[in-house]
């Protein structure tokens, strides 16, 4: 995660790995006001969701692409940290978003599997230098 260029998040899955882990962190960000800084969600479940939003997203498994996806606004989430305590988060916006994708990912989701219409809102990635 640390070694591309805006990335925010990682999934076990995305480097080769079937556990129910993924890390996420938006910090500097420039859609985040404040950052969490890192969490590591092991086992993450979401309690309780609020609203949506739809905002474009990009992932390192789809590195052509991004596109317009529907999430949860809110969410309410539990998992485990890397200490092996059960923490609980209330995450907003873009953080909610993050955990969201890195979850789908656990169960072999990618964002594509989510646009609603493919033809308006997937889009050819403009590149980032890195
Ligand atoms: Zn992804």
Redesign the pocket.
Known sequence: MRRHPRCVGLAAP?VGSLLRVAVMDATGHPKVKSSRGLLVLVNAQILKAEGDLIQREG???VPDLTGNVRRFKRIFLRAYDEQRQMRQFELDGFESIIAQ?EMD?LEGKL?LDRVENTAMDVFRRRNYAA
């Open positions: 995305q992932c390192l498994s994708h990912h964002f």
